[in-house]
């Protein structure tokens, strides 16, 4: 575990250095949601909705952008192979991209909630809807960790990313779009406990078998 959380270090670091992800990914998904706020005119009942279904989507293609991150530049300069010939377990090295990938997309959506709360004027001050974003988030750069190590060698690999990722996260997403529908309207928690708990099954399914698949994916590539 320590070994992991280092490696999720010195991802959060190099990356508030650089500010390249990040600083991509919200200005992309600032983009998105202005885009359907003028579409859907997101207020009162409509961002009841709507609304939910705007903010998964700007994480998701947001989210996405960051993680098309998080194997590439190691690949490019050379660095993944180094980190793959340490002794390091490999289902660490994992669980270390994974988390700091996490951590930037909760700080991505730091900044996202507040936005969406601003254009739709509806409160986010609620226990409800922060454990479905945390819970949402963490299926979705768990698996999308994943199938950025697999996409990472390929020359089309900003295509092949979304490709291999939607089709699996999209019941996650579905789940935190209901979720987050019943936690903006006030619902009571025994209305959220279906949607929580299918994301708690993708969760320990999702991390329960990706740092497996992930040392399958490296011996496959040759790393």
């Known amino acids: ?15 508030i250095r650089s500010r390249e992800a990040v600083s991509g990914s919200l200005v992309f998904a600032l983009l998105v949601m202005i885009i359907f706020n003028f579409a859907f005119d997101l207020e009162g009942e409509m961002a009841e909705v709507a609304g939910p279904g705007v903010l998964w989507v700007a994480i998701a293609l947001a989210g996405m ?3 098309g991150h998080v194997f ?3 690949r490019e300069q050379g660095g ?9 377990d490999r289902g660490a090295i994992f669980l270390g991209k994974m988390t700091g990938a996490l951590l930037l997309t ?25 454990v479905v ?17 697999m996409a990472v060698t390929s020359r089309s690999r900003e295509l092949m990313l979304p490709l291999l990722l939607l089709p699996v996260a999209t019941p996650v997403l579905l789940a935190a779009v209901e979720g987050t529908r019943f936690a903006l309207q006030g619902e009571p928690w025994s209305e959220l406990v279906p949607p929580l708990t299918m994301l708690a099954a993708f969760d320990v399914v999702f991390l329960g078998l990706c740092p497996f698949l992930f040392e399958y994916v490296m011996e496959e590539m040759g790393a």
């Open 1 to 15: 575990m320590t070994q992991a959380l280092a490696i999720a270090a010195k991802d959060v670091r190099s990356e």
């Open 65 to 67: 952008m960051g993680l």
């Open 72 to 74: 590439a530049k190691e």
């Open 80 to 88: 993944l192979q180094g980190l793959l010939l340490t002794p390091i």
């Open 106 to 130: 909760l700080a991505l959506e730091a900044f996202l909630l507040p936005l969406f709360a601003l254009f739709s004027n509806v409160s986010i001050l609620s226990p409800g809807l922060m």
């Open 133 to 149: 974003v945390l819970m949402g988030t963490l299926g979705f750069v768990t698996v999308g960790t994943l199938f950025s190590a």
